[in-house]
């Protein structure tokens, strides 16, 4: 008998449970949220007050959609410009989330100048980018990048541009999956003192516990010192085309897979600080 009433007690708290996250998310399914910034369309404006799980209804704001969306969900961008409203906060990820842009030339998330990483990315987190415009990292000592990853990160069909700072595009301390993405006119420039300006890196990768792979990219007209650097950590850089001038890739204490990148004609493509590297050019475009 007493078993039996436990039984009962404990199914009622779960059934609590349940009844209670279904209340505070009015019973709705939030596994896929959408998001509009064009607060001058009639049709499906966006706005922070409505739940985002209906297209017609849909979030104003990434940070909004991030507190709504279920862990493993999807969020849906709609062409537009997002900043946010608050100039020194940052999108902070500590779930597993897609966020598909409508088209990747026109889905734009602007860091308009931030001083420090516009979207962090916690431990334990998997997080899916595709389609995205980044821009608007800004030029300091030591940025961390536009996105600051320290979680599971894949980048897949995004375009980086007009980012500025000491690791202007990406700072990976965990593990990064760039495929099939366009780094272009991104100055990567550091300020180093009065006037001066150093070494700028548009992806550093490093740590002993993290990876980066990065494959089938194009990298174009950056003026960054370097465009991929890793440091104590295991990474690979192949399928890629390079037209910048300078010092492309730099290697230091770790293992770089080089091999198979078009550099056309790139001169001092590496700077090698006592790393393990392998690389093998081609003499046309891979892809």
Not at 4 to 10: D, E, L, S, V
Not at 104 to 118: A, H, M, N
Not at 154 to 170: S, Y
Not at 232 to 260: E, H, P, W
């Amino acid at each position: 008998m007493k078993i039996k009433i436990f039984g009962i007690i404990m199914t009622l708290i779960v059934m609590s449970c349940i009844f209670a996250a279904n209340a505070e998310s009015g019973g709705q399914d939030m596994s896929v949220i959408y998001v509009n910034p064009n607060l001058g369309n009639p049709v499906n404006m966006g706005n922070d007050h409505n739940p985002g799980n209906d297209i017609h209804a849909p979030k104003l704001t990434i940070t909004s959609a991030l507190d709504a969306v279920n862990n493993g969900g999807t969020i849906y961008l709609s062409n537009g410009v997002y900043t946010d409203p608050d100039m020194y906060d940052n999108y902070i990820i500590n779930k597993n989330v897609t966020i598909i842009g409508e088209d990747k030339d026109r889905t734009i998330i602007d860091g308009l100048g931030r001083q420090y990483s516009f979207i962090r990315i916690k431990p334990n987190s998997t997080v899916n980018f595709q389609k995205i415009t980044f821009k608007g990292n800004n030029k300091v000592v030591q940025a961390e990048g536009l996105i600051f990853n320290r979680g599971n990160t894949t980048i897949t069909q995004c375009t980086f541009r007009e980012n500025d700072g000491g690791f202007a595009a990406i700072y990976n301390l965990g593990i990064l999956n760039v495929t099939h993405c366009l780094f272009i006119n991104n100055p990567a420039l550091c300020i180093a003192g009065a006037n001066s300006q150093d070494h700028g890196y548009l992806i550093q990768t490093m740590g002993e516990n993290s990876k980066c792979s990065v494959t089938y990219s194009t990298f174009i007209n950056n003026s960054a010192y370097v465009d991929f650097i890793a440091y104590d950590s295991n990474s690979s850089i192949n399928y890629c085309n390079f037209y910048d001038q300078g010092d492309v890739v730099a290697v230091g204490i770790c293992t770089l897979d080089a091999k198979y990148n078009f550099w056309n004609g790139t001169p001092n493509i590496f700077t090698n600080w006592g790393g393990n590297l392998t690389w093998e050019p081609v003499s046309d475009s891979p892809f």
